[in-house]
């Protein structure tokens, strides 16, 4: 949906999801239609949204009106279950070398990966593979604090990721020609890379794929992270020693426009989600033997089964004002074999419930620091975020609610094998500023690994 409140969302679509869901539910347990004249057993099978192209950033919901700009549509599959199970198999196919079918599937696409003489890393659509590139590894580049600004997923201010440009740049990127048509992915898509690691003890690896306008500014469209050893190996060939796996990504609905490139960025990690590996590792991949497998749909297809949702009856209105643009600082360190980054962000909101003017600010600090000996493997890491909510206060009445201080505290502390996670958390109640409550809890949970997100 874009949000948890299609009702009331600032980045849509804004349908009215609150009377579907009553509808829903009324007709299922209790057998009764609230809406006689659009009866939920008359639904399709499935309501997918596709987004049109957008910047990183962008904000949909005009200040003034309220309203929500043409931000893609709802489209309605009959056969998505019949269809899914086909592209799965497709899919699979692809990825195991083994077609059979004399005719592909019509509703899977694959971008292959080339490296050019001059070591410019293309995409390209189809499967065509450049022979000359056969045997030339491409290493992957990483740089400590990755993911820490352009890469994460969900922004306090806007709900979307940042721009990705500094993510495409800090890693392994390969970038497509301006596209001559319009590119459309749906549902599932799978990543296969050959990769070769001078230690296969702890690898991980973290892909994005980004939507680039012409004028250089990408958004982030849709992610994986893995650790190997938790993937099943596709093939392994052990003269040119490498593995080859096959990595699903999440689901997506998005439209590339005219003009618009396709970027696929690969590292190995994606702070904070995805922490530097406890094990350093030389790691490259073979461009000719790494492809992207992803659903798509046509345009026309697209355009024909458009579903058109009521609009959300009047609930409430929220407005989100920024106090000050997000502030981030970074500080990377290396002494000797003992590696220090640290990355620092704080924001605030404004936000205004105009239906009972209420009034009330959202402060959010956050500090990562990673501390990390690369010849012991044993590493320290800090994460504290503290969110605050200012007092609420009506604005035609001079008391104010009481506020809420939220503090999270973390320390991870451990090697490759065995490590520890402590958590604490503390929650506030403030009156007038004036601590009133306080409750804390503290775990310390022992872990033998890091398992996959």
Not at 411 to 416: A, I, K, P, R, S
Request: charged share 25%; with cysteine; glycine share 6%.
């Amino acid at each position: 949906m874009g949000s948890p409140m299609a009702d009331v969302s600032i980045n849509g679509p804004r349908i009215d999801y609150l009377n579907r869901c009553l509808n829903w539910f009324s007709y299922h347990l209790k057998g009764v239609n609230t809406e006689p004249q659009n009866p939920c057993s008359s639904w399709p099978r499935m309501q997918l949204f596709v987004r049109k192209s957008f910047k990183p950033n962008e904000i949909f919901c005009d200040p003034e009106s309220g309203e929500i700009g043409d931000i893609g549509d709802f489209v309605k599959f009959e056969d998505w279950v019949e269809r899914g199970q086909e592209v799965q198999e497709e899919i699979s196919a692809i990825v195991s070398n083994n077609k059979s079918k004399e005719e592909p599937c019509k509703q899977v696409s694959v971008i292959s990966f080339s490296s050019g003489p001059e070591g410019n890393l293309k995409l390209s659509l189809g499967e065509s593979k450049e022979e000359e590139d056969c045997t030339s590894f491409v290493d992957l580049k990483s740089n400590g604090l990755e993911g820490t600004n352009s890469g994460i997923w969900y922004r306090m201010d806007y709900g979307y990721s940042g721009d990705q440009r500094v993510s495409i740049s800090n890693s392994t990127s390969f970038l497509s020609d301006p596209l001559t048509k319009p590119v459309v992915m749906i549902g599932c898509s799978t990543i296969q890379l050959t990769i070769k690691s001078s230690s296969w003890k702890r690898v991980y690896i973290a892909v994005r794929v980004s939507d680039v306008y012409p004028d250089g500014q990408a958004t982030l469209i849709t992610r994986c992270q893995y650790d190997l050893n938790y993937l099943e190996i596709v093939r392994e060939d052990s003269q040119k020693g490498t593995r080859t796996y096959a990595m699903p990504m999440r689901y997506v609905g998005h439209s590339f426009q005219v003009g618009h490139k396709i970027a696929i960025s690969v590292s190995t990690n994606f702070f904070p989600m995805l922490w530097p590996s406890f094990t350093p590792a030389s790691v490259a991949i073979l461009p000719s033997e790494c492809q992207f497998i992803f659903q798509t749909e046509s345009l026309d297809y697209l355009e024909a089964n458009i579903v058109k949702f009521a609009p959300p009856k009047p609930l409430f209105s929220m407005d989100y004002k920024t106090l000050s643009p997000p502030e981030s600082s970074y500080s990377v360190s290396q002494i000797g074999d003992k590696v220090r980054f640290i990355f620092r962000e704080v924001s605030g909101l404004v936000h205004l419930l105009h239906n009972v003017n209420l009034k009330f600010q959202t402060k959010t600090h956050e500090q990562y620091e990673c501390n990390m000996d690369v010849t012991t493997a044993m590493v320290k890491i800090h994460q504290e975020i503290t969110m605050i909510f200012d007092s609420l206060k009506f604005e035609d009445s001079a008391d104010e609610v009481i506020g809420i201080k939220i503090n999270t505290h973390q320390v991870m502390e451990g090697d490759e094998e065995v490590y520890t996670l402590e958590e604490k958390v503390c929650v506030t109640w403030l009156d007038s500023g004036e601590e009133v409550f306080r409750e804390c809890w503290n775990d310390v949970v022992p872990r033998l690994d890091h398992g996959t997100w």
